[in-house]
Every structure is written in structure tokens, then in C-alpha cells.
């Protein structure tokens, strides 16, 4: 039996809501943040006052990424998304328009359940980051294709994890992280060295450093938590087969979804926003590809927006998103939502 969460910040009824997903190692807490004008305060301010906040396998406030467990992104698909909604149906009320901002690895496993038929009635969702096309820097993709092996059978530890570098002692994962500040000479936090080590390519990966503010960096340690190395296993398929598919189709307890995400795409009439930073060092133009991919096959339906001067992680927890980020999203959002007309209406 697995635990999920949703925190629900709710200032009036509405017949919008919002559900917000984080993505791998992360947790609800980055779109809350308190240093910027985080996510669930613009949607307050701007005419969404009811507004969750989805914590599911893959939260670091969850202890399930701290065993070597062999969860996938079908089954957080299947079995993840589809309840939250349902919950949020329930106290919201089972008239309400949903929209879905997801990020990472947590908005390509919202599209596994949406293009997989498994997630029904949203109004629409934003996708950043990555989708249905996750692609990787070169450097990226060997790591993905070493990680699982190396931390199973080589380092034998269950996770990978940013704070090592802060363990007392002489651990395995200390000594990981000082090999790795070796290669990091752009800053002297540890933990940003690592989260750049577990996640793309750069120096640093996930974000601009100009982007952040000094609060934001110091405390990416407590931002970001450790994570089993199973999902790599996931996404190095996708990479390898070119778009998003089942890691094992042979697991019955996940027949209900397509071995294939793409083949139930002329089926999906749900729009989605894909955005993605210009100098997205992790999951590079993932977002650009799956638009075009599904511009074939649902000419109009979905949408593309790239921000300029912004990467992976700093789309949410960047100083100035309020003014560079998050008003693209809202207008899509606004663009799909009830007008006072059709309320009235209504």
C-alpha cells in the first residue's frame, strides 16, 4: 500500500482548479517557496483560488525512493494520477475544470497516463520540460545507461542522494561526492555539484546559477532528495526508442496501458502546453520534438512555449519566474478555463 499526498491551498470555491506536480526528487515544496513569487500564490492572485499541490511516489516527503524499489513511470501513470484526480473531483466538486502544470519526470508521467488513456477528464495541462520524446545531452545518456548498474552492484547503495557530500564520516556516498566536486568548480556548494552529477550535463545542469537567488541555491540540498536509480532505467528506454513507452510490457498489472504512448495520440483531445527552458541541459529539446510529434498527428491541438535564458529546474524556483514564466502558463490556462459568461450560463 503507498501513501500519496495533496495539499490543497483554497481561498474560495472556483470552477477552475489547479492540481500542480513536481517532478523526481523534488516534492510539492518548490512551488511554494517563500524567497519568490512562487506558483501557488500568482495562480491566488490572478483569478485561481483553489489550487493542489499532488506529492506522489516520487516526492521526496515519501520514503519510497529510498529502496531499491522497481517503480516505474507506467505505474505512477496508472495508479498515481488517476486517484488524486478522483479526490480532488470529490471535495472540489465533480463539475470542476481541472488544469495540470507538471514538471520533469512528473509531467511525462502525467502524458503516460493521458496519452495512455488512463487520466480522463482534464481541461488541460502544461507539460514542462519534458513529455512523450524525452532526450538527453551525450553525456546524460551514459550515465543513464551506467547508473542502475553502478549503484546496485558497484557503490551498493539503494539511492543516489545531493546531501551526501554532508554525511559524517568516510561513506560511499561521500566519497562520491568529492570525486564529483572535482568537476565543479563553478560554485562551492555541494549539493549543487551532485544534483548536477544525478541530473544532466553542465556546470551546473538544472539551472542558471544567474537565475537563483542565494537562499535558493544554498538550500537545494532540503529542495531536492534522493532518489533510486530504477527510473533511469525508464528513461534510458524512452531515449533509446525515441518516445515514451513501457519499461516492462510484461507486467500485467499495467495492461490497461499501450506498450506504445503514441499510439492512442489522435485519441487524447485534451491541449497541452509543452514548455521548456532555452538551455535546458537536462532533458535538452524533449519538449520541441514531442510538440512536433503530436503537431503531426493533431494538427492545432497542442502548443509550444520556450523560455529564453532558462533552463530545467529555474522554470519554477528561478527569482524573477512571476514575471518571465508564469504568465505564458496562466493565458493558457485562462484560455481554457470558464469565462463569467459561460458560468452564467452554466
Given amino acids: 500500500m503507498l501513501g500519496l499526498s495533496l495539499l490543497r491551498f483554497n481561498k474560495a470555491p472556483a470552477r477552475d ?12 515544496d518548490m512551488f511554494i517557496m517563500p524567497e519568490h513569487e512562487n506558483l501557488v500564490r500568482y495562480l491566488h492572485a490572478n483569478g485561481y483560488p483553489d489550487v493542489w499541490c499532488f506529492d506522489y511516489r516520487m516526492s521526496n ?17 496508472l495508479f498515481d494520477f488517476p486517484p488524486a484526480l478522483a479526490r480532488i473531483r470529490e471535495i472540489s466538486g465533480a463539475d470542476v475544470r481541472i488544469h495540470v502544470i507538471t514538471h520533469c519526470l512528473g509531467a511525462v ?7 495512455g488513456g488512463a487520466i480522463t477528464g482534464v481541461t488541460s495541462a502544461i507539460a514542462n520540460s519534458a513529455g512523450l520524446a524525452p532526450r538527453v ?6 550515465k543513464l545507461k551506467m547508473a542502475p548498474f553502478l549503484m546496485d552492484y558497484i557503490i551498493n547503495e539503494p539511492y543516489l542522494a545531493p546531501n551526501w557530500g554532508e554525511e ?3 561513506t560511499p556516498g561521500k566519497l562520491v561526492s568529492k570525486v564529483v566536486d572535482l568537476f565543479h568548480p563553478e560554485c562551492d556548494n555541494k549539493a549543487c555539484h551532485m544534483l548536477s552529477f544525478m541530473w544532466g550535463t553542465g556546470r551546473p545542469a538544472l539551472y542558471s546559477h544567474a537565475n537563483l537567488l542565494d537562499v535558493t541555491h544554498e538550500r ?8 533510486s536509480p530504477q527510473y533511469y ?12 513507452v513501457k519499461l516492462d510490457p510484461s507486467d500485467p498489472s499495467l495492461k490497461r496501458l499501450p506498450d506504445d504512448y503514441l499510439s492512442r495520440a489522435a485519441e487524447v483531445t485534451t491541449p497541452v502546453l509543452f514548455t521548456t527552458g532555452r538551455d535546458n541541459h537536462v532533458f535538452a529539446n524533449s519538449n520541441i520534438v514531442c510538440h512536433e510529434m503530436l503537431e503531426k498527428i493533431t494538427p492545432g491541438l497542442h502548443e509550444l512555449k520556450i523560455y529564453d535564458g532558462y533552463g530545467h529546474q529555474d522554470v519554477f524556483m528561478g527569482k524573477d519566474v512571476a514575471q518571465d514564466v508564469f504568465p505564458a502558463m496562466l493565458d493558457f490556462i485562462r484560455r481554457h478555463s470558464w469565462s463569467e459568461d459561460q458560468i452564467q450560463a452554466a
Fill in 17 to 28: 482548479v489547479v492540481m500542480i506536480v513536481h517532478g523526481l526528487t523534488t516534492s510539492s
Fill in 61 to 77: 516527503r515519501h520514503p519510497y525512493n529510498l529502496t531499491r524499489h522497481r517503480y516505474t513511470m507506467d505505474h505512477i501513470a
Fill in 109 to 115: 508521467s502525467f502524458c503516460l497516463g493521458l496519452f
Fill in 137 to 142: 545531452p551525450g553525456w546524460s545518456r551514459l
Fill in 168 to 170: 559524517r564520516g568516510l
Fill in 220 to 227: 537545494g540540498g532540503d529542495l531536492y532528495g534522493p532518489t
Fill in 233 to 244: 532505467r525508464h528513461v534510458n528506454k524512452m531515449v533509446k526508442h525515441g518516445h515514451a
